[in-house]
């Protein structure tokens, strides 16, 4: 019998392991997109030199995912979604760490 607890972990492996990468090709890629997108729209108000990188995406994500919640806490997609923006975002991270020598 599957724990309640694990129904989002399941959801969430399946979709970022399949569906999201067909769709958006590998999350490292896309939240270093994402990051260099808001790099630019954020110039002015970021600190001289400051950049944003994909540990951000990932908190950005889960904040639009927390807000959403808001109004519908009980809406399982939400907690898939965030379990997944977890995920990938870790993994991101850890791509982007190896290439900067960062560990």
Same mark, same amino acid.
């Given at each position: 019998? $599957? ?6 972990? %399941?959801? &969430?492996? @399946?979709?970022? #392991? ?5 769709? *958006?090709? =590998?999350?490292? =890629? ?5 990051? #260099? +997108?808001? #790099?630019?729209? @954020?110039?002015? %108000? @970021? &600190? =001289?030199?400051?950049? @944003? !990188? ?6 950005? +994500?889960? &904040? ?5 919640? $808001? ?7 939400? *907690?898939?979604?965030?379990? !997944? *923006?977890?995920? $990938? ?10 290439? #900067?020598?960062?560990?």
């Amino acid at each position: 019998m $599957v724990k309640s607890r694990d129904m989002p972990l %399941q959801e &969430a492996s @399946l979709i970022i #392991n399949k569906d999201r990468n067909n769709e *958006y090709g =590998e999350p490292h =890629e896309n939240f270093m997109s994402i990051a #260099n +997108m808001l #790099n630019e729209l @954020l110039k002015p %108000q @970021l &600190a =001289e030199g400051a950049k @944003l !990188g994909p540990e951000h995406v990932t908190m950005i +994500m889960m &904040a639009v995912k927390l807000s959403r919640m $808001v109004t519908s806490p009980t809406k399982f997609d939400t *907690y898939v979604d965030i379990c !997944g *923006y977890a995920a $990938v975002g870790w993994e991101a991270v850890r791509i982007e760490g190896a290439k #900067n020598g960062k560990r």
